[in-house]
């Protein structure tokens, strides 16, 4: 089963830096969860630093901002540190969380096929309800489109 628009998302738990992260935790907040390839990419990289630029702006809008890849632990703390990110990544190397979302995909890389994360945004509201999706996301002016919609909610 996988997520749908303006259906619940089901409660999750899974590892995170600075603890473990649950949804149901964030019930009464907005919640954007976005999924990423991989730490230390240059896509990834900037994603990153553009939701962190913007994470005040997220903050005030009552969002909590929160990404999601399969890296570890140890490299997620070690990629949160470098960029200095304010918000929790949470390590999927089960790729349970992923699959609630539906965010694997059959990807092409150097003419080699592979499984690997689709990048994707989901905007949960105050009750836990999915908003709005963004899949096959393209980093620039990503962030600003998802700040809006939060901001429309």
């Known amino acids: 089963m996988t997520v ?4 619940p998302v089901p409660d999750f738990t899974a590892p995170a830096t600075g603890g473990d992260f649950s949804l149901k935790a964030h019930r009464g907040q907005k919640v ?7 730490d230390n990419t240059p896509g990834c ?8 630029d913007s994470y005040d702006q997220f903050q005030a809008a009552g969002a909590q901002i929160v990404g999601v890849s399969r890296d570890s632990l140890r ?6 540190n470098k960029l200095e990110l304010p918000f929790p990544l949470i390590s999927d190397g089960d790729e349970a969380v992923c699959q609630l979302f539906g965010v694997i995909k059959l990807k092409k890389l150097y003419g080699k096929e592979h499984l690997g994360i689709e990048r994707s945004t989901f905007l949960i509201d105050e009750k836990g309800v999915l908003r709005k999706e963004w899949r096959g996301v393209r980093v620039p002016d990503h962030v600003s489109d998802v700040l809006a919609a939060v901001q429309a909610i």
């Open 4 to 7: 749908a628009i303006d259906t």
């Open 32 to 38: 954007v969860i976005y999924f990423y390839p991989k």
């Open 45 to 52: 990289t900037t994603e990153g630093m553009n939701f962190r």
């Open 75 to 80: 490299s997620h703390e070690n990629f949160k």
